[in-house]
């Protein structure tokens, strides 16, 4: 698959702040949805947010209030304002785009960014 092009992610103290982007290559086409993912050491895969090209969006209960998503659909790409960090926020944070295509959809993924929230 075509792998997304992440940045953002860094260590930083409880109640700091983090903003994370993600491009979609231009070939990538038909974007239905975008959202992000999150995975601690030990844990499974869960979702954090996701947003429409028409701008709905929709986020984790542990995250709401402090993490807004938005997209520039005009360049393919998402951002992650992630602010009060907390250490359970701790995780790689992955990318996700989901593609409208003839026979269904496609789904593409980051390679993953690491936050790390640590005083």
């Known amino acids: 698959q075509v792998q997304l092009e992440e940045s953002g992610g860094g260590l930083v103290q409880p109640g700091g702040s983090l903003r994370l982007s993600c491009a979609a290559p231009?070939?990538?086409?038909?974007?239905?949805?975008m959202g992000w993912y999150r995975q601690a050491p030990g844990k499974q895969r869960e979702l954090v947010a996701t947003?429409?090209?028409?701008?709905?969006?929709n986020y984790a209960d542990s995250v709401k209030g402090r993490f807004t998503v938005s997209r520039n659909n005009a360049k393919n790409t998402m951002y992650l304002q992630m602010n009060g960090l907390k250490p359970e926020d701790t995780a790689v944070y992955y990318c996700?785009?989901?593609?409208?295509?003839?026979?269904?959809?496609?789904?593409?993924w980051g390679q993953g960014t690491r936050v790390t929230v640590s005083s």
């Open positions: 231009a070939t990538i086409i038909n974007i239905y949805t």
């Open positions: 996700n785009v989901l593609t409208l295509v003839s026979w269904g959809k496609r789904d593409y």
């Open positions: 947003i429409t090209t028409g701008g709905g969006t």
